[in-house]
């Protein structure tokens, strides 16, 4: 529960993700490191897109990410995802792409292209075809040889997930990346909350708490949960319909 008596705004939902850490730019770089800790620090970030429209608010197709910039020019998209779409793969390959191709204009040198890098947090299992993906709930996709997976083609295209509820069950990560799991897993649990050691973390969750206590961010966290729950119930109903067909 928040301080004012109201419950706690979730995290996962796409609207508070954002708020948090577009308004937060020092929380977002401790997010990036602690997402991606054997790549290089980040030690300062700009946000790219930090407004939300009153389209994005209803779009039940949008996904409100966070898009970011450290200072050595490196693009990142931050998202957070409670829903499988389908395609997953595509998707996310063609916005990375598009963020890569959006850098350079007509006649620009290719030099001038910097690293993109997805981060997405997952908020189910994706890779459960056996044993050992059941297992794995961190992975990293680069362009690398199929025979000699040590020869990469660059550090252009990177995309990071986290299948957070798989790595909050088995336990993996180290531990500031299971603090950012039991916030986002576990917000409301003060008995769970008490075990987080990282003071970015800690930081976070009151924000969270300051953003639960304005009415207007309430009434909009909503509007946003029911378009992705209209479209989830409208994309149930075209399923159904076609299996009935």
């Known amino acids: 529960m928040s301080n004012t008596g109201l419950p706690l705004l979730d995290p996962k939902n796409d609207y508070v993700f954002k708020r948090l850490f577009t308004e937060h730019p020092d929380a977002l770089v401790h997010l990036i490191n602690d997402l991606r800790p054997d790549l290089p620090k980040v030690t300062e970030v700009e946000i790219l897109n930090p407004t939300i429209t009153p389209t994005e608010m209803e779009g039940k197709s949008i996904v409100l990410d966070v898009l970011a910039q450290d200072v050595t020019g490196n693009r990142y998209n931050i998202e957070m995802q409670v829903r499988r ?99 986002f897993e576990h917000w409301q649990e003060d008995t769970r909350m008490a075990t987080i050691n990282s003071e970015a973390v800690k930081e976070v969750r009151g924000y969270i708490r300051k953003l639960s206590a304005d009415e207007e961010a309430r009434r909009l966290a909503f509007v946003r949960e029911k378009a992705l729950r209209d479209e989830a119930s409208q994309l149930k109903y075209a399923k159904e319909e076609g299996i009935r067909e």
């Open 85 to 183: 779409y389908n395609e997953w793969g595509k998707r996310s390959a063609y916005y990375l792409a598009k963020m890569l191709t959006k850098q350079l204009l007509a006649g620009e040198d290719y030099s001038e292209l910097n690293a993109v890098i997805g981060i997405h947090l997952l908020d189910f299992d994706l890779y459960t075809e056996d044993s050992a993906q059941r297992q794995q709930a961190l992975w990293r996709f680069e362009m690398r040889d199929g025979l000699q997976p040590d020869v990469k083609l660059g550090d252009t295209l990177q995309l990071n997930l986290i299948e957070m509820k798989k790595a909050d069950r088995l336990g993996l990560g180290d531990q500031n990346l299971r603090d950012w799991i039991t916030l």
